[in-house]
């Protein structure tokens, strides 16, 4: 069975011409797959956003070639919704042969308006079900059924009683599914027409994964004073009913054979927590003994061991999606959390699996990377996939419809490890917030001065080659973009080296002005690490305590007091490192970080690394020309042979893939 790629790489054959011109109002051209194909067919691809990046990018990449007579594969995508090919600068016009792609054409049965909003990971699930189970020409309704049935698995006609829906939103909200809303909406009416889920908070256990969690997690209590009053597994009516915050039925069926096996999932990874419980003892012995707090050891033991089976045998492949990589990077993350502290090294085998499971998963993050990551920087921004793409991201809240206020913390050199323990704090002493969790992808080399510009300035490093070494352009690299789309300087703000101080200076920019845009760089967690001998351990320690000193509870307080959608990220990750000793360079490299050394010259660069022959030499993918990586291997750093550092510059999963959070008021 063929893909619906194969439609669009049947015009691609190398040679063809120097310049292709494409209308593609869907943004096909930006799937993941379509852009590596493309890639390894010899084009290389520039979207059509802005006129000005755009002709940047052309005339430093491409033209110096048409000029001598090269020949070259570009590919010119234009993804604006009215697929006028023809609003395209008049020399490319005259030049490219001229393509046209859309949803309409590739999936002709099903409803334009409902395929359009399904993320492009799913198209081709769906371009296989088209071609098992041929579609006579379907409307709305009818194409939000066969994409739920055929796509995501889910058939609301045969959920019929609680443990079908119960195990159906574990899967979902296990699973993160991207389940567009539309689609989500009809899955809501649908059950709604059974009387027996009348009492079930459907809008808002559906679509969000933080709520259906808190809804879970208040109700297993209840069914473990059921479970040892009775004896066995039926749930029946408690002695007294308990004050939900979610509100829906008492009961749940967790003792179903199809949903116990996937509540083992949720306690491995940490969504649910076990609880305490008066006859722990006697439960502890029945399946739900996952779910009981009783032996913190063995507790802590039982789920790294569960985390370590669990990423092994799921790891993705070298041309996985984006999505599987980040879901294998909360996963490490809640293992790193749980050996954080332990003593792990007591238990027989624990360590070695540990270390073969870093290394494989190390191996195969760094083929994927070497495969896919130059396709992440031009997929759609929403949701973001790099760091450059939030502020376009952000842009959806501030510009349109309802012109929201909204405020972006960058948590300078914040792990996704340690985001978890700061979460935890957080939680534990102020249960007031959700947290709506994803995870980007930072630049390459994982430094500030990269990849912190980019958070920023929403492009890639390539087009502020003049400030890369520094962050001292920061500030009027977000207040351009946000200039460029419209808003005020008097609307924009920004503040940096936040964390060890009070909020006062937040305070008095976000109350009584006309800000509706703020970005705000926290440096306290980065500070440490630089300062940090103890390791991840003393990482977690020095996050936790500063955490409970209440300065990130206050900021996001005052923030959302003053009514502003408030999001945080990082620029960067850290990892602990083992020297390999320090380059004989002398004054050469124009960087020299412990993870990552810069050179502006390729000859200077392959100098130091026939010194080091495993160190990675980074292609200039969305760089400058003369800025040239040479990446420490592994978990290496360029220090003295022997020493340990925690650092940051390569491509370690810790330090590449960082947190990604909408924090809102819980309940709101």
């Not at 959806?396 to 935890?424: C, N, S, T, Y």
């Amino acid at each position: 069975m063929g893909s619906w790629r194969d439609i669009i790489f049947a015009e691609f054959t190398p040679q063809v011409a120097k310049l292709t011109l494409v209308a593609d109002p869907d943004g096909l051209l930006l799937e993941e797959g379509v852009l590596s194909g493309i890639k390894v067919r010899g084009f290389e691809l520039i979207p059509f956003e802005d006129p000005v990046a755009f002709r940047y990018y052309f005339e430093s990449k491409f033209r110096v070639h048409w000029d001598r007579g090269e020949d070259t594969s570009l590919v010119v995508a234009l993804h604006s919704s009215s697929g006028d090919i023809e609003t395209l600068p008049y020399d490319l016009l005259q030049s490219g042969r001229k393509l046209h792609f859309s949803l309409g054409k590739i999936f002709p049965n099903l409803s334009y308006p409902i395929i359009e909003g399904l993320g492009r990971e799913h198209l081709e699930a769906l371009y296989r079900a088209q071609e098992t189970h041929k579609p006579d020409k379907l409307g709305d309704n009818a194409t939000k059924e066969y994409i739920l049935r055929h796509v995501f698995g889910i058939a609301p006609e045969l959920i019929n009683q609680s443990s079908d829906l119960l195990r159906v939103l574990i899967r979902i909200h296990y699973r993160t599914q991207n389940i567009p809303i539309l689609l989500n909406e009809r899955f809501i009416q649908i059950l709604s027409l059974n009387p027996d889920f009348n009492d079930w908070p459907l809008d808002s256990i559906i679509p969000n994964r933080e709520d259906f969690l808190a809804f879970l997690q208040e109700r297993w209590p209840v069914f473990l004073d059921r479970m040892y009053i009775h004896g066995d597994d039926t749930v029946k009516e408690p002695a007294e009913i308990p004050w939900f915050k979610i509100a829906g039925p008492k009961d749940l069926p967790f003792e179903h054979d199809d949903v116990r096996v996937l509540i083992d999932n949720l306690f491995l990874e940490g969504s649910l927590h076990a609880v305490p419980h008066q006859r722990a003892a006697e439960l502890a012995k029945t399946w739900a003994g996952i779910g009981i707090r009783i032996d913190p050891s063995a507790e802590r033991i039982r789920r790294i061991e569960g985390l370590i089976d669990g990423i092994h045998s799921s790891l993705p492949s070298d041309c996985a999606p984006h999505g599987d990589w980040i879901q294998t990077a909360f996963r490490w993350a809640h293992l790193v959390t749980l050996l954080v502290g332990s003593d792990y090294g007591m238990y027989q085998g624990i360590q070695e699996k540990i270390d073969l499971l870093r290394h494989k998963m190390d191996d195969l993050f760094s083929i994927w990377l070497l495969n896919r990551y130059a396709g992440l920087i031009n997929l759609p921004p929403v949701p973001p996939v790099m760091v450059h793409h939030i502020p376009r991201f952000l842009s959806r809240f501030a510009l349109m419809p309802k012109h929201e206020k909204v405020a972006f913390i960058l948590v300078d050199g914040l792990a996704l490890d340690q985001w978890l323990a700061m979460r935890e704090e957080i939680s534990s002493h102020q249960g007031l917030f959700n947290f709506q969790e994803d995870a980007v992808f930072a630049w390459i080399p994982t430094i500030t001065a990269v990849s912190r510009q980019a958070a920023f300035a929403g492009k890639p490093p390539l087009y502020f080659p003049k400030s890369i070494s520094s962050t001292e352009k920061e500030s009027s690299l977000w207040a351009q973009f946000w200039v460029d789309n419209g808003l005020a300087l008097q609307e924009i703000a920004y503040q940096k080296g936040l964390g060890d101080g009070s909020i006062e200076s937040v305070q008095e920019v976000v109350e009584g002005t006309q800000v509706r845009i703020i970005g705000l760089v926290v440096d306290i967690v980065d500070k440490i690490m630089h300062g940090m001998e103890l390791g991840t351990p003393g990482m977690h320690n020095q996050v936790r305590q500063w955490t409970k000193q209440g300065f990130l509870a206050g900021l996001l307080d005052l923030l959302l007091d003053n009514g502003f959608q408030v999001f945080l990220s990082s620029d960067h990750g850290n990892v602990e490192a083992k020297g390999i000793g320090k380059p004989l360079e002398g004054s050469i490299a124009d960087v020299r970080g412990e993870r990552v050394r810069i050179y502006s010259d390729e000859p200077l660069r392959n100098k130091v690394k026939a010194q080091f022959p495993e160190a990675i030499s980074w292609q200039t993918i969305g760089l400058p020309e003369d800025y040239l990586p040479l990446l420490a291997p592994s978990r290496t750093a360029f220090v003295k042979d022997g020493h340990k550092i925690l650092g940051h510059g390569s491509i370690a999963i810790e330090e590449l893939i960082v947190p990604f959070v909408h924090i809102k008021r819980r309940n709101s």
